[in-house]
């Protein structure tokens, strides 16, 4: 089991920056990827960026629409993922969900956390 807790959404006007967190606790030993996906009203839940690693090293994956804009890490010794993202547009504006994948099967989601980009 895994549970993963979303947080650092919010309001933000265009153009600002938000810094999405996700913590994550229980067999944390056996997640080896992580995704940012977001659903905005009336649409399906899309991909936006995610991290793998394994012994040799880490990729990362990102949308078109947020390349060179938003940055997916980890922090290892505090157990949370991040989504810092930079240059925010109207468009972004949708609720945030974490996804944790386990090595040898198995996905775990957090509970969403609203972002808002307006005037």
């Known amino acids: 089991q895994v549970q993963l807790v979303e947080s650092g959404g919010g309001l933000v006007q265009p153009g600002g920056s938000l810094r999405l967190s996700c913590a994550a606790s229980?067999?944390?030993?056996?997640?080896?990827?992580m995704g940012w996906y977001r659903q905005a009203p009336g649409k399906e839940r899309e991909l936006v960026a995610s991290?793998?690693?394994?012994?040799?090293?880490?990729?990362?994956y990102y949308t078109d629409s947020v390349k060179g804009r938003f940055t997916i890490s980890r922090d290892n010794a505090k157990n949370v993922g991040y989504l810092q993202m930079d240059s925010l547009k109207p468009e972004d504006t949708a609720v945030y969900y974490c996804?944790?994948?386990?090595?040898?099967?198995?996905?775990?989601w957090g509970q969403g956390t609203q972002v808002t980009v307006s005037s």
């Open positions: 996804k944790a994948a386990l090595g040898g099967g198995g996905e775990y």
């Open positions: 229980g067999s944390i030993f056996r997640i080896n990827a």
């Open positions: 991290i793998a690693w394994n012994w040799s090293g880490s990729r990362t």
